[in-house]
């Protein structure tokens, strides 16, 4: 059972223009929701996170918006840079601090010259 | 921020044997995390190591399987035992942030393949 699901594995985006990753959870605990970025041969990095008593948290260029009714968070990167091309991971815990983050299976996004 | 080394990068084995995995932090750390991720799959936590008592393992995970140790504050193993084809995955370590950011660094990892 996922609870935490990113239903694109792959998106591609021309350089300047806004990327948009999308990420849906089940669980109603969920309290607080990570972004995390991954480029090949390294370890995910944090990006971004947002607390449920937010529905928008913005940083630079990375902004993520919260729908709690509809179970929903989303990435945006605007503008997008070549840089930016990596697999992004939506995470989400039951609490603020709580060690047991649950990942989803990653979107991989391709930033085109 | 914390740097974490992960050692072999990556390995290719064979069916029943074992493999360890060191994870070395720059930084004193209670707590360090083990997770897999399995092909096309998400970062999944095997177990949490805590200096001076037994790791505490995620359902699916059992020591027998995964062994761990964590001999100091800056030190970690993950064993693979009796492998066969289905672990073979990216094993990655990480620790949490200290200064209240509720997140955590992460190894480059450990990319397994078992013949």
């Known amino acids: 059972d996922q609870q935490v699901k990113q239903n694109s594995p792959s998106l591609s985006v021309q350089e300047g223009r806004i990327s948009i990753l999308n990420c849906d959870y089940t669980n109603s605990m969920f309290d607080y929701f990570l972004w995390y970025k991954k480029y090949p041969a390294e370890g995910p990095t944090f990006l971004i996170s947002i607390s449920s008593i937010k529905d928008k948290n913005e940083d630079g260029r990375f902004t993520v918006f919260l729908n709690k009714s509809a179970k929903h968070l989303s990435l945006h990167i605007v503008p997008s840079q070549p840089g930016d091309s990596a697999v992004y991971f939506c995470a989400a815990s039951a609490r603020r601090g709580d060690d047991k983050i649950i990942f989803g299976k990653g979107t991989r996004l391709h930033i085109l010259p | 921020s914390a740097v974490i080394s992960q050692k072999p990068s990556r390995d290719i084995c064979q069916r029943g044997t074992s493999l360890t995995i060191q994870c070395q932090v720059d930084s004193q750390v209670t707590m360090m995390f083990w997770y897999r991720q399995q092909p096309g799959q998400s970062l999944t936590l095997i177990a949490t190591?805590?200096?001076?008592?037994?790791?505490?393992?995620e359902s699916g995970f059992v020591i027998d399987k995964f062994p761990i140790s964590r001999p100091n504050l800056t030190f970690s193993t993950l064993t693979v035992s009796n492998m066969s084809p289905e672990d073979s995955s990216i094993y990655l370590c990480?620790?949490?942030?200290?200064?209240?950011?509720?997140?955590?660094?992460f190894g480059p990892g450990t990319r397994l393949t078992v013949l």
């Open positions: 190591a805590n200096q001076g008592s037994e790791a505490t393992y």
């Open positions: 990480s620790v949490p942030v200290a200064g209240g950011t509720d997140t955590q660094y």
